[in-house]
């Protein structure tokens, strides 16, 4: 009855089951006063040691399952983390956009084109402090809305975006 939906491994596996009962047999044979009493002894043992198989195949086979449902997860990670990171570089972008007009011209010429306070100020026609202004608001304008980590991923993430649009 438990040997019928059995792969050759597991009726291996089982079958050992049945030689181990015989051996708790042998180990506790003064116990034993009726031979009824053996073959009880004999047929639960083995009984509770097939069932103790079969319930840590059950174990097994949903720890293999989680694994591969990490797996599967880590496969897809790198999809969502640009799925992430888009959607923040969107938004960034959009509040970059709301930003009033020098204030955004500013902070997408040092932080997008990577020119130089002076060169910002000479092309603006405006001094070298105002541009420091302009940054500093702007700036703390977009911390209102993100985290400063996620303003260092624009950082790094949106000058190469830039680069790549040029």
Not at 61 to 67: D, I, M, N, S, Y
Not at 86 to 94: A, D, G, H, N, R
Not at 108 to 132: C, D, P, W
Not at 150 to 162: A, D, E, Y
Request: proline share 2%; glycine share 4%.
């Amino acid at each position: 009855m438990l040997f019928r939906r059995t792969t050759d491994r597991q009726y291996r596996r089982r079958g050992r089951r049945g030689k181990d009962a015989f051996v708790k047999l042998w180990n506790g044979r003064t116990g034993f006063d009726h031979p009824k009493s053996i073959k009880s002894f004999l047929y639960t043992t083995t009984r509770n040691a097939c069932l103790n198989l079969i319930r840590h195949e059950k174990v097994k086979a949903h720890f293999r399952e989680e694994a591969q449902y990490l797996d599967d997860e880590a496969i897809d990670a790198p999809v969502l983390q640009e799925m992430i990171r888009t959607e923040l570089m969107q938004s960034i972008y959009k509040e970059i956009a709301a930003l009033p007009e020098k204030r955004r011209q500013v902070f997408s010429m040092v932080f997008l084109e990577g020119l130089s306070y002076e060169e910002i100020a000479e092309q603006m026609g405006i001094s070298v402090f105002t541009v420091k202004e302009h940054k500093a608001k702007a700036l703390a304008q977009l911390r209102l809305r993100f985290t400063d980590r996620q303003l260092v991923l624009f950082m790094l993430f949106g000058t190469s975006l830039f680069d790549a649009l040029r």
